[in-house]
């Protein structure tokens, strides 16, 4: 009888002080009550379960609940059990009563995200009903490092029929997003005796700073209109590269360069690490299929969830020569550190063809995102010229020299959310000054975006 009364109720973690037990009790109570630890409406363990809990009399619980509700910290109703009572509660000394609310922007058409309003969440609850209820319970133990195989057969499916990777499931290692993959990579790299991971003029800054604090130094090779050049390849033993869809510049790195990136990887032994950050989505040309597609052995293929689903999802993937993936999976400690529910979800969202779905109806509504920010800026700012409008989620919008700075401003002032070119561009790289802006329009739902537009284009030149 002991055992079912006493797993009643909520847990409770209170330390009796003092003299006397209820006085302790009672005083311990009414300063997790003040200082907010108890919020109002908490329902409290029952005398009895807390007696239990803490190994003392029932009744002095009683008599200490008792006293709490006379002097109005708690409520006691038939029926409702006992309760912090509904009152302000001052805040501890030094702290303010009012958290600062972060401002948000009106309108926030940065790139790298995409429509979070669109994410298919009924279809993604149907595969999550249906793949837990096909797992076998021993899914939900720590796992391969590597992840679940569920997932990791999917992904050398999908990625092989949609991307033209050649993948096998045993050299894929599911990851906590494409930092957390960098991040391994870069560890790999570094044990192995790299020092020089040569990176474009143009991308995140946040790439650099992981690889740096893997220990390796970054070089930005030139740029050009035929995308990156990779003749500045010598002192590498790897490179990061965007050869799909540049980021932010948006072009693909011409054939001729996919070759000579190749060549110059199986000639000295350097490895390619491929961001296929935004692969799926292509509008005015044919899709430009993976470089790993060209040398397995010599290219890390990286993908990742994060535009095509959502990045709270925290999935991504990497392709590894044979005996890297070894390496990948121990750089992550020996266990998935990977959620277990969410890489299943995903498996089976790829193999009903539900993914595969998702995708084809958002590339059309960013396509017509796209379509009508180009018609915009040619009718209302004709100073701008849209540029590397061909696939992603996000356009350089090319401005009159001189301007960038300015415009960032006044979108600032106005409250849309807008990036220069600058913020990308390396400070070690030796390309001109272009003034441009990165318009992502992957983040505005759909009912926001004309004003998104208007917001655009009353800041641009012209």
Same mark, same amino acid.
């Given at each position: 009888?002991?055992?079912?009364?006493?797993?009643?109720g909520?847990?409770?973690?209170?330390?009796?002080?003092?003299?006397g037990?209820r006085?302790g009790?009672?005083d311990?109570l009414?300063e997790?009550?003040?200082?907010?630890?108890l919020?109002?409406?908490?329902?409290l363990p029952s005398?009895? #379960?807390?007696?239990?809990d803490?190994?003392?009399a029932?009744?002095?619980?009683?008599?200490?609940y008792?006293?709490l509700?006379?002097?109005?910290?708690?409520?006691?109703?038939?029926?409702s059990?006992?309760?912090?009572?509904?009152?302000r509660?001052?805040?501890?000394?030094?702290?303010?009563p009012?958290?600062?609310?972060l401002?948000?922007p009106?309108?926030?058409?940065?790139p790298?995200?995409?429509?979070?309003a669109s994410?298919?969440?009924?279809?993604?609850?149907?595969?999550?009903?249906r793949?837990?209820?096909?797992?076998?319970?021993? #899914?939900?133990?720590?796992?391969?490092p590597?992840?679940?195989?569920?997932?990791r057969?999917?992904? #050398?499916?999908?990625l092989s029929? #949609?991307r033209?990777?050649?993948?096998?499931?045993?050299?894929?290692?599911v990851?906590?997003?494409?930092?957390h993959?960098?991040?391994?990579?870069g560890?790999?790299?570094?044990?192995?005796g790299?020092?020089?991971v040569?990176?474009?003029?143009?991308?995140?800054?946040?790439h650099g700073?992981?690889l740096a604090?893997?220990?390796?130094?970054?070089?930005p090779?030139?740029?050009?209109?035929?995308?990156?050049?990779p003749?500045g390849?010598?002192?590498a033993?790897?490179?990061?590269?965007?050869?799909?869809?540049?980021?932010?510049?948006?072009?693909p790195?011409?054939?001729?360069?996919?070759?000579?990136?190749?060549?110059?990887?199986?000639?000295?032994?350097?490895?390619v690490?491929?961001?296929?950050y935004?692969?799926?989505?292509?509008?005015?040309?044919?899709?430009v299929?993976?470089?790993?597609?060209?040398?397995?052995?010599r290219?890390?293929?990286l993908?990742?969830?994060?535009?095509?689903?959502?990045?709270?999802?925290?999935?991504?993937?990497?392709v590894?020569?044979?005996?890297l993936a070894?390496?990948?999976?121990?750089?992550?400690?020996?266990?998935?550190?990977c959620?277990?529910?969410?890489q299943?979800?995903?498996?089976e969202?790829?193999?009903s063809?539900?993914?595969?779905?998702?995708v084809?109806a958002?590339?059309?509504?960013?396509?017509r995102?796209?379509?009508?920010?180009?018609?915009?800026v040619?009718?209302?700012?004709?100073?701008?010229?849209?540029?590397?409008?061909?696939?992603?989620?996000?356009?350089?919008?090319?401005?009159p020299p001189g301007t960038?700075?300015s415009?960032?401003?006044?979108?600032?002032?106005?409250?849309l959310?807008?990036?220069?070119l600058a913020?990308y561009?390396?400070p070690?790289?030796?390309?001109?000054p272009?003034?441009a802006?990165v318009?992502?329009?992957?983040?505005?739902?759909?009912?926001?975006?004309?004003?998104a537009?208007?917001?655009l284009?009353a800041?641009l030149?012209?």
């Amino acid at each position: 009888m002991a055992e079912s009364w006493a797993t009643l109720g909520i847990d409770l973690l209170v330390e009796p002080t003092g003299p006397g037990l209820r006085r302790g009790l009672t005083d311990a109570l009414r300063e997790a009550v003040r200082s907010g630890r108890l919020a109002p409406g908490t329902r409290l363990p029952s005398s009895r #379960a807390l007696a239990a809990d803490l190994g003392i009399a029932r009744n002095t619980v009683a008599d200490a609940y008792a006293d709490l509700v006379a002097e109005g910290w708690l409520t006691a109703r038939q029926g409702s059990g006992t309760r912090v009572a509904e009152r302000r509660v001052v805040p501890p000394s030094g702290t303010s009563p009012h958290p600062r609310a972060l401002s948000r922007p009106a309108y926030d058409l940065r790139p790298g995200s995409p429509d979070l309003a669109s994410f298919p969440r009924a279809e993604w609850l149907k595969a999550a009903r249906r793949a837990l209820t096909a797992a076998p319970y021993q #899914a939900l133990d720590y796992g391969d490092p590597r992840g679940r195989p569920e997932l990791r057969a999917a992904l #050398a499916g999908y990625l092989s029929r #949609a991307r033209g990777v050649r993948a096998d499931p045993e050299r894929i290692v599911v990851c906590a997003g494409f930092a957390h993959g960098l991040k391994l990579l870069g560890t790999v790299l570094r044990a192995r005796g790299a020092r020089t991971v040569a990176v474009e003029s143009y991308g995140l800054d946040v790439h650099g700073r992981i690889l740096a604090a893997c220990g390796l130094r970054t070089t930005p090779l030139p740029f050009d209109r035929l995308g990156t050049d990779p003749g500045g390849l010598a002192a590498a033993e790897a490179v990061l590269l965007t050869p799909a869809h540049q980021f932010p510049m948006g072009v693909p790195l011409h054939r001729d360069r996919r070759t000579a990136v190749v060549d110059w990887a199986r000639r000295t032994g350097g490895l390619v690490l491929e961001d296929d950050y935004d692969g799926e989505f292509r509008y005015d040309r044919q899709p430009v299929g993976a470089l790993q597609g060209l040398d397995p052995d010599r290219v890390v293929y990286l993908g990742t969830a994060s535009k095509s689903l959502a990045p709270g999802l925290r999935l991504a993937w990497m392709v590894l020569p044979p005996g890297l993936a070894e390496e990948a999976a121990a750089a992550k400690g020996g266990v998935d550190t990977c959620g277990v529910l969410d890489q299943l979800t995903l498996a089976e969202f790829l193999t009903s063809g539900a993914y595969d779905r998702h995708v084809r109806a958002t590339r059309l509504r960013y396509r017509r995102r796209r379509d009508a920010l180009v018609a915009a800026v040619a009718a209302r700012a004709p100073e701008a010229r849209v540029t590397g409008i061909a696939a992603g989620l996000h356009v350089l919008l090319r401005l009159p020299p001189g301007t960038e700075q300015s415009v960032v401003q006044a979108a600032h002032w106005r409250g849309l959310a807008l990036h220069g070119l600058a913020r990308y561009s390396n400070p070690d790289a030796s390309a001109e000054p272009v003034d441009a802006l990165v318009v992502g329009y992957g983040t505005p739902p759909d009912h926001a975006w004309s004003g998104a537009l208007d917001a655009l284009c009353a800041v641009l030149p012209g």
